[in-house]
């Protein structure tokens, strides 16, 4: 190992990430600079926003910047109108941490990106009302510097990843996606070839599908809106899913038609392994779906889904809208998580009302420090899905920036006589902090510690310079995130009881199928189900539950849902008897309660089966009920995620 190499593993850093530490570094400088010329109050928010917005994606850079923009003009109002409203103070900081809260919870019901406009929208509130409470004549000021420093450092900052970052590989990603879809393919044509079934490499490639779709928004991501082509590998992923759940079902079998279905498999598998530009797997695809559509209609389905996929692929990639060629049910839904909701809600509502009255109720004029502080770090863990295990991280990068920034105070300060002396004073300071936000090994901690830096330095020649100012600024950030690592700590969020809720709601959108009388279905019950399992694997995966192969079998609840579809449509056949009428209603009667009694639904459904097997019905019919038991059988470590208690 050569040293070059050594100090890369040392540092965390490449040379690329050394080029984006420096440029960051530079536009927050000079964003600083060009707030203090400009004489706005409070400039060190201005390199705040360009360290918070900064990322090594450059849509997801100028995606965060616009949202921040629109955050903070919306918070800086919402704090400007609550506190010259002429509402009693108690009010204004009740109507706050109500704000909070809201914005808090629409911040996990809306598209990441807007999410964080919604979060930035109570943050911002909270900055510019909590310092004005023991003076009202400021809250003007603030809210205007607030947003003068924003807009100046998210146009510094977008500047910087215009100039320097290059585009995002969203073809690459493409051909990625298909890749996978083609691996799938593979997998089910060597299923029709008798080949053994391998738990572990379906686990494996369903885990590989759960990193591509995560890896989706920021390589998508834009000022705006998020690119058509999201939409595509959405469809790729949607569509891959529902053939690793036909895989659960395919049996080995001999005859002609099956061995055409497995080599036309075999060549859109090709097909889809090779990149887009080389030739489509669209041909081979509608031969497959012609093939399957009399043995296997879920796989026929599926194969649609994936058709639907490659199609609008062409169409991206020709500078054409997708969207006129996907289904509703074809792509994935934008994610809701009402549960986390109300966990945003309640955490930022409830610290922002303590803070507010820790300031109204003290007489320590810097009061609103830490309480910004635990409204800050409160607002943003409570948006993380394991909080615990980034806030140790935070403390430990706040710890840092307010240590360096009481001796950039104590021992550099004293001796500035000028912007400029202060400017050459920071730039040190600043390159340190854009390194240790571009390493691998520190970009984390070091975020929290850049902004803490800032906003403790005081880098302004009115700024006191005395040892207990500095000291008791320093200790009331540092104690705040301290206070908010340690309430974590004690009350961390359970990736396991996560998943379990969202077994739950897979369920229960099982049973709504089953519920459902009279008009169509829902089309979008695909892309719901779809995101939620996803979700599902990621926090099993952070919870070290179940093995990689086990996971692959939460797949049957998809041919579960798809053969409750077929029961409801063997409802309408005029063919049926009153008695296998009234037996296939008792079945989709007992699988609405399946989540709740998953013992009398298997039964019911064997029961249901056996009668109507000895009683003569169609063979179709008795097949689809054999399909429901074999789904059910399949999911049932669904079923028990699920289960009270977990």
């Known amino acids: 190992m050569d040293s070059a190499t050594r100090l890369q593993r040392l540092t965390g850093l490449d040379r690329q990430g050394v080029y984006f530490g420096s440029a960051t570094a530079l536009a927050a400088w000079a964003s600083f600079a060009i707030a203090s010329l400009l004489h706005v109050q409070n400039a060190f928010w201005a390199p705040m926003a360009v360290w918070i917005v900064a990322q090594t994606s450059r849509g997801m850079l100028l995606e965060r910047g616009v949202h921040r923009l629109a955050g903070t003009l919306v918070g800086a109002m919402a704090g400007f109108l609550l506190l010259t409203s002429g509402l009693p103070t108690l009010a204004a900081i009740l109507l706050l941490a109500l704000w909070t809260a809201l914005c808090g919870a629409t911040s996990q019901l809306i598209r990441a990106s807007l999410g964080y406009a919604a979060m930035m929208a109570g943050l911002t509130a909270s900055v510019v009302l909590l310092p004005s409470l023991g003076d009202a004549g400021r809250v003007f000021t603030l809210a205007l510097s607030r947003v003068e420093s924003t807009l100046i450092g998210v146009l510094c900052v977008m500047l910087m990843g215009w100039l320097i970052l290059p585009r995002p590989p969203r073809q690459q990603?493409?051909?990625?996606?298909?890749?996978?879809?083609?691996?799938?393919?593979?997998r089910l044509a060597?299923?029709?070839?008798?080949?053994?079934?391998?738990?572990?490499?379906?686990?494996e490639l369903l885990m590989a599908l759960v990193e591509v779709e995560q890896q989706l928004a920021p390589v998508y991501a834009g000022p705006f809106k998020p690119s058509r082509g999201v939409r595509v590998d959405n469809a790729f992923v949607a569509a891959t899913l529902g053939l690793m759940a036909a895989l659960r079902t395919m049996a080995g079998a001999d005859g002609p038609e099956r061995r055409a279905l497995q080599e036309a498999l075999m060549q859109a598998a090709t097909a889809l392994r090779k990149p887009l530009a080389r030739g489509s797997a669209r041909d081979a695809l509608e031969q497959a779906s012609a093939l399957a559509r009399p043995l296997d209609r879920g796989l026929a389905a599926a194969l649609d889904k994936l058709l639907m996929a490659e199609r609008a692929a062409l169409a991206w990639r020709q500078g054409e809208d997708p969207g006129p060629l996907l289904a509703r049910g074809a792509t994935l839904v934008t994610r809701r998580d009402a549960r986390s909701a109300l966990i945003a809600a309640a955490g930022s509502g409830l610290v922002t009302l303590a803070g507010g009255?820790?300031?109204?109720?003290?007489?320590?004029?810097?009061?609103?420090?830490?309480a910004m502080g635990l409204c800050t770090f409160t607002t943003v863990l409570s948006s993380l899905?394991?909080?615990?295990?980034?806030?140790?991280?935070?403390?430990?990068?706040?710890?840092?920036?307010?240590?360096?920034?009481?001796?950039?105070?104590?021992?550099?300060?004293?001796?500035?006589?000028?912007?400029?002396?202060?400017?050459v004073m920071l730039a040190p300071f600043m390159l340190l902090g854009g390194l240790a936000r571009a390493s691998t090994r520190t970009a984390i901690p070091a975020l929290d510690g850049n902004m803490c830096f800032m906003l403790a330095s005081q880098p302004f020649l009115s700024a006191s310079i005395a040892v207990p100012d500095v000291l008791v600024d320093s200790a009331a950030l540092?104690?705040?995130?301290?206070?908010?690592?340690?309430?974590?700590?004690?009350?961390?969020?359970?990736?396991?009881?996560?998943?379990?809720?969202?077994?739950?709601?897979?369920?229960?959108?099982?049973?709504?199928?089953?519920?459902?009388?009279?008009g169509g279905l829902d089309r979008r019950w695909h892309g719901r189900m779809f995101r939620r399992l996803l979700r599902l694997m990621l926090h099993l995966g952070r919870a070290d539950r179940m093995g990689i192969g086990e996971r692959a079998g939460l797949l049957g609840v998809l041919n579960l849902a798809h053969a409750i579809i077929a029961l409801r449509e063997e409802l309408v056949d005029p063919r049926l008897t009153a008695q296998q009428r009234q037996e296939l209603e008792g079945v989709l009667e007992a699988l609405r309660r399946l989540a709740g009694a998953p013992e009398g639904a298997r039964g019911r459904l064997m029961a249901s089966r056996e009668r109507l097997a000895s009683g003569g019905a169609d063979a179709a019919l008795v097949g689809t009920l054999d399909q429901a038991r074999e789904a059910l059988e399949d999911c049932a470590g669904l079923v028990g995620l699920a289960a009270p208690g977990r």
Request: glycine share 8%; aromatic share 6%.
């Open 357 to 370: 009255l820790f300031v109204f109720y003290s007489d320590w004029s810097n009061a609103w420090m830490p």
């Open 173 to 186: 990603l493409l051909e990625r996606v298909r890749q996978l879809a083609g691996e799938a393919l593979a």
């Open 478 to 518: 540092l104690a705040s995130i301290l206070l908010v690592a340690l309430a974590y700590r004690l009350l961390p969020r359970d990736p396991g009881r996560r998943a379990a809720h969202l077994a739950r709601l897979i369920l229960r959108d099982v049973e709504r199928l089953c519920g459902q009388r009279g």
């Open 190 to 203: 060597a299923r029709l070839g008798a080949s053994a079934p391998s738990s572990r490499e379906d686990g």
């Open 385 to 423: 899905d394991l909080p615990q295990k980034v806030a140790p991280k935070m403390a430990q990068g706040v710890a840092v920036g307010v240590t360096l920034a009481a001796l950039f105070r104590l021992v550099l300060m004293p001796h500035a006589g000028s912007l400029g002396e202060i400017l």
